[in-house]
C-alpha cells in the first residue's frame, strides 16, 4: 500500500481549521487505500492520524524520543510507530520511504522537511528515477514556493500548490498513480 508522508504544525490546536481540515486529509487517504505517515506526535500530525484512523487506515508515526525528550508519545492514533535517533534521519524516514508528500501549514521543521522532499524530486531524474509528487496546500505555501522557484531557478512544477485538502487530496492520489503505477 502507498504511503503518503504529511507534514505540517505540531502546535495546532484541535479547534483551528487546520486541525479540522488536516483530520478529513487523513480521512480522505485512508478511504483512498494509502497509509499515512507523519511525525507522529501533536497538532496535524495527530489530526491526520485521527482522521486516517477512524476510517481503518493504517497510520506510521516517525519519531525521534532523543530530539523531542518533551513530547510525551505518540499521539494515540498511530497504528506503527518507527523511531529516529537524530532529527535528519527522521526527516529522511519520513520523506525518502514515502510515495509522496502533502504539506500542511507548519514552521521552520515543516519547511525543512518539505526542502528536503523537493530536493529529491529535483535530483530524481539524475538516478532515472520519476519524482515523487508534492502538495502544499493552503496560501501558507504559495509565496514561499513561488518565490524559490523563481529565485533557485528550479523546476516549479515539482511543488504543486492546493487551494484545500479536498484538491490535495485528489492530486496526491493522481500523482502517486503515476509513481507507483
Known sequence: MPTIAVIGSSRTQSNDQDYLDAQRLGRLLAQAELTVASGGYGGLMEAVSEGAQSVGGAVIGVTAPDVFPGRARVNEYVTDEQPADTLTER?????????????????????????????????????????????AVGSHWAGIVTYLTEQLETDGTLVTLANNVDDAARMIVEGVKDVVG
Open 91 to 135: 526527516i529522511h524516514q519520513l520523506i525518502y520511504h514515502s510515495d509522496g508528500v502533502v504539506a500542511l501549514p507548519g514552521s521552520i521543521g515543516t519547511l525543512t522537511e518539505l526542502m528536503s522532499a523537493w530536493n529529491l524530486a529535483f535530483v530524481a531524474p539524475f538516478s532515472d528515477r520519476t519524482p515523487k509528487p508534492i502538495i
